[in-house]
T-cell receptor, first 112, second 113 residues
């Protein structure tokens, strides 16, 4: 089944404790991206990647890192999480030349 | 700066009526505009894409229009059903860019039986 998976789905952590949210897609898509969604603010793009080893900042990249060492994986790293990073995070992928984004199920993060 | 505006207030309609949702954009020259549906706590799901040279696109009960002069897209659901209740997001994509969309905040649609 074609899909985007994210892990973990739920995470509670404390300020400053490094964490990684994994994202994997099995559709051989070139493009991958991370969004966060907050009430009243909608979906905001954090980082995106157009292919392996090619990443770029989105609208709200501060406090986040990403890497794209393999085509299928695009982890989101929070080196020192803070409470304002409490949010619902979505990973998405799409094929080059096709504009449809396929979204993962979301990761709900709470930073205390 | 680029701006996407969707009605922030929920749209309440009666089952069987046509729902019309609006997406306005400024400081954009989108080559495409997408519409997604999002249910609470879940990822958005792609519905329709319309290109700048298309005036209208249809898929079953869905219809999208795209007016590049008005800088506006309208999303219609005909014969609406309670199962259509969700938040609908528009996402313009600029030409010459990454082809990864920026999303509007979405409009919540509530269809009453």
């Amino acid at each position: 089944e074609a899909q985007v998976t994210q892990n973990p789905r739920y995470l509670i952590t404390v300020t400053g404790k490094k964490l990684t949210v994994t994202c994997s897609q099995n559709m051989n898509h070139e493009y991958m991206s991370w969004y966060r969604q907050d009430p009243g603010l909608g979906l905001r793009q954090i980082y995106y990647s157009m292919n392996v080893e090619v990443t770029d900042k989105g609208d709200v990249p501060e406090g986040y890192k990403v890497s794209r060492k393999e085509k299928r994986n695009f982890p989101l790293i929070l080196e020192s999480p803070s409470p304002n990073q409490t949010s619902l995070y979505f990973c998405a992928s799409s094929r080059q030349g096709e504009e449809t984004q396929y979204f993962g199920p979301g990761t709900r993060l709470l930073v205390l | 700066s680029q701006k996407i505006e969707q009605n922030s207030e929920a749209l309440n309609i009666q089952e069987g009526k046509t729902a019309t949702l609006t997406c306005n954009y400024t400081n954009y020259s989108p080559a495409y505009l997408q519409w997604y549906r999002q249910d609470p706590g879940r990822g958005p799901v792609f519905l329709l894409l319309i290109r700048e040279n298309e005036k209208e696109k249809r898929k079953e009960r869905l219809k999208v229009t795209f007016d590049t002069t008005l800088k506006q897209s309208l999303f219609h659901i005909t014969a609406s059903q309670p199962a259509d209740s969700a938040t609908y997001l528009c996402a313009p994509i600029s030409s010459g860019g990454s082809y990864i969309p920026t999303f509007g905040r979405g409009t919540s649609l509530i269809v009453h039986p």
